[in-house]
């Protein structure tokens, strides 16, 4: 069991930035693929971002609309996967979601084994 929770959401302008941080607990973080997930007002489940385990060489894979502006990042001595999102925009705004799998990130994107309780993003100016 890992449990995951997140923390950094807010209210930022169209062109800022914000740091999302899930912190996880209860096993072995490391064996882990990580990722970010969101869902927007009327749409469904986005995965959009993950970072394979550090056995796995900690790669990542970004979705293309969030490619060149978000970077997935893990601190594996804090148990933490970070979402550094830049040049935010209006269609950012969503509940942002972490997810863990023990799968390579292929299978995680397609729904994750352990999901954190969301965190809000809302882009507005």
């Known amino acids: 069991q890992l449990q995951l929770v997140e923390s950094g959401g807010g209210l930022v302008q169209p062109g800022g930035s914000l740091r999302l941080a899930c912190a996880a607990s209860?096993?072995?973080?490391?064996?882990?693929?990580m990722g970010w997930f969101r869902r927007a007002p009327g749409k469904e489940r986005e995965g959009i971002s993950c970072?394979?385990?550090?056995?796995?060489?900690?790669?990542?894979i970004y979705v293309d609309s969030v490619k060149g502006r978000f970077i997935i990042s893990r601190d594996n001595a804090k148990h933490t996967v970070y979402l550094q999102m830049n040049s935010l925009k209006f269609e950012d705004t969503a509940t942002y979601y972490c997810?863990?799998?023990?799968?390579?990130?292929?299978?995680?994107?397609?729904?994750?084994?352990?999901w954190g309780q969301g965190t809000q993003v809302t882009v507005s100016s």
């Open positions: 997810a863990a799998h023990w799968m390579p990130c292929e299978t995680l994107l397609r729904g994750g084994a352990y």
């Open positions: 970072i394979s385990a550090p056995y796995r060489g900690s790669g990542t």
């Open positions: 209860g096993s072995t973080f490391n064996g882990y693929s």
